[in-house]
């Protein structure tokens, strides 16, 4: 039976800490606090993290040095970051053509290597007059001759297998001659010397209806030493090895034309290390 409204109520006083009945516990304020501290604390790092994204995650000061292994890493001249683009500029100069007046650096080798792997494979070494202009160009004149000699060898024989007359594709024919290089290393350097690998991938044959030859691509490693004379890296020797090989692809050949005009519409490059 409920009391009547007019009767005295009685207040009824609990020991100190322990809550009255129905009262929300302390506890569960403290929840509640320590969940909005921890989201708050989630947000500040995401918003962190999305500001990191934006700005390309560099957190250097305006005109602070950055750390030796940063520095290295830019450069290129510590071990992995070794073969690493630099980001040095191709040489403006050129004779016959071709690329002069590298640095007188170890990247300035590999430029210079890079450049004459390219020469060399190209589809003038296939033509005497051309081929003579080029190994004049980029060899060290105390090499020439031999070099002269070793390459007309080399050279008028391959072009015997292709087909070819003083370099030229027999007619309604294209001769395709290009290398590409992928990669180069110095195996040795020194102020006066070099000798630098280079990596190369290259087209070679003949496009055209009939052909005997079709162009094909390979993988071998250009292996040049240099001198530096008169004021630039000029090749005293060179060899050729097979490889690095990698897996072929499963892409369709293209037809014999459009190799012909891909041969006719796309120039070469000059390169730097």
């Given amino acids: 039976m409920s009391a009547p409204d007019d009767q005295p109520h009685t207040r009824t006083r609990y020991p100190a800490g322990t809550p009255s009945p129905g009262a929300p516990e302390a506890g569960g304020r403290r929840s509640l606090r320590t969940l909005v501290a921890v989201l708050a604390m989630v947000a500040v790092l995401v918003l962190a993290v999305a500001v990191l994204n934006r700005t390309g995650g560099s957190t250097t000061a305006a005109g602070s040095t950055p750390s030796s292994g940063a520095a290295k890493a830019a450069t290129g001249t510590s071990g992995d970051q070794a073969t690493a683009p630099t980001g040095t500029q191709p040489v403006t100069t050129t004779q016959n053509g071709i690329a002069t007046g590298f640095p007188h650096t170890s990247e300035g080798a590999q430029s210079a290597a890079v450049n004459y792997a390219v020469a060399l494979g190209s589809a003038d070494m296939y033509a005497d007059a051309s081929r003579h202009t080029i190994l004049h160009t980029i060899t060290d004149p105390s090499a020439e001759s031999a070099l002269q000699a070793r390459s007309d060898t080399s050279y008028q024989a391959q072009a015997k297998t292709f087909g070819l007359v003083n370099g030229?594709?027999?007619?309604?024919?294209?001769?395709?001659?290009?290398?590409?290089?992928?990669?180069?290393?110095?195996?040795?350097?020194?102020?006066?010397?070099?000798?630098?690998?280079?990596?190369?991938?290259?087209?070679?044959?003949?496009?055209?209806?009939?052909?005997?030859?079709?162009?094909?691509?390979?993988?071998?490693?250009?292996?040049?030493?240099?001198?530096?004379?008169?004021?630039?890296?000029?090749?005293?020797g060179y060899n050729q090895k097979d490889g690095p090989v990698p897996i072929s692809g499963s892409q369709a050949a293209s037809d014999s034309g459009a190799i012909s005009s891909a041969v006719s519409q796309f120039g070469g490059f000059r390169y730097a290390r």
């Fill in 168 to 236: 030229a594709a027999p007619a309604g024919q294209t001769f395709v001659s290009r290398t590409i290089p992928v990669g180069s290393k110095n195996d040795s350097y020194s102020s006066g010397t070099a000798t630098v690998e280079v990596w190369c991938n290259a087209l070679g044959g003949i496009a055209g209806t009939g052909s005997v030859k079709p162009v094909a691509e390979y993988w071998f490693t250009e292996v040049l030493q240099l001198r530096w004379v008169n004021g630039d890296w000029k090749m005293s």
